[in-house]
């Protein structure tokens, strides 16, 4: 089964850019899609099809992907913005969704 | 407005049955694909199924031949049948609307399904 591989945590201080990783084989081929999670709440769609954003969705917040690494940038980081992020594809070999083990942001 | 509203956890017993309901409104739920995932006690997401809008459904590994995924029309609701329960089944269990890419666009609050004697 494909499998996605976060960071567990992310540390940046307010004003800064925070990267998350998202790795997978070949995951350059997929479309990946983020999502924030705060404590208590459902998961917010903040990047889909590996660039594209939702309405709603700060332009702060960014993704790429490539070869075997999918990435979500967060510029000039806010405290606001410390959360739990979750990476996806749609595996269509098996048809089955997968998430990434999810990355805890934290805003020095 | 796009909501979806959760209903039908609860505390249950392992070997136990329980159905999950999500209630739509703003759009058409046989019109979308439509999803389960689940997320236990302080840990990630795990998606658990999906129905497409033409009726096609899979599962996760750890659900299949124990889940089903369902839709009414008429009340325009995604159910989640689960028998067998197992206290690894007990999870905040959350319905989804997926985009044509398998993103999730709009989420229900989630409901609690505890499994245990």
């Known amino acids: 089964s494909y499998v996605l591989t976060q960071p567990p945590s992310v540390s940046v201080a307010p004003g800064q850019t925070a990267r998350i990783t998202c790795g997978g084989n070949?995951?350059?081929?997929?479309?990946v899609h983020w999502y924030q999670q705060k404590p208590g709440q459902a998961p917010v769609l903040v990047v889909y099809?590996?660039?594209d954003r939702p309405s709603g969705i700060p332009e702060r917040f960014s993704g790429s992907n490539s070869g075997n690494t999918a990435t979500l940038t967060i510029s000039r980081v806010e405290a606001g913005d410390e959360a739990d992020f979750y990476c996806?594809?749609?595996?269509?070999?098996?048809?089955?969704?997968?998430f990434g083990g999810g990355t805890k942001l934290t805003v020095l | 407005e796009v909501q979806l509203v959760e209903s039908g956890g609860g505390l249950i017993q392992p070997g136990a049955s329980l159905r999950l309901s999500c209630a739509a409104s703003?759009?058409?739920?046989?019109?979308?694909?439509m999803s389960w995932v689940r997320q236990a006690p302080g840990k990630g997401l795990e998606w658990v199924s999906v129905?497409?809008?033409?009726?096609?459904?899979y599962y996760a590994d750890s659900v299949k031949g124990r889940f089903t995924i369902s839709r009414d029309n008429s009340k325009n609701t995604l159910y989640l049948q689960m028998n067998s329960l197992r206290a690894e089944d007990t999870a905040v269990y959350y319905c989804?609307?997926?985009?044509?890419?398998?993103?999730?666009?709009?989420w229900g609050q989630g409901t609690l399904v505890t499994v245990s004697s």
């Open positions: 129905i497409y809008s033409g009726g096609r459904t």
């Open positions: 989804a609307r997926a985009l044509s890419r398998l993103s999730f666009d709009y």
């Open positions: 996806q594809v749609w595996d269509s070999s098996s048809d089955h969704v997968v």
């Open positions: 070949n995951i350059g081929s997929k479309s």
């Open positions: 703003g759009f058409t739920v046989s019109s979308n694909y």
């Open positions: 099809d590996d660039s």
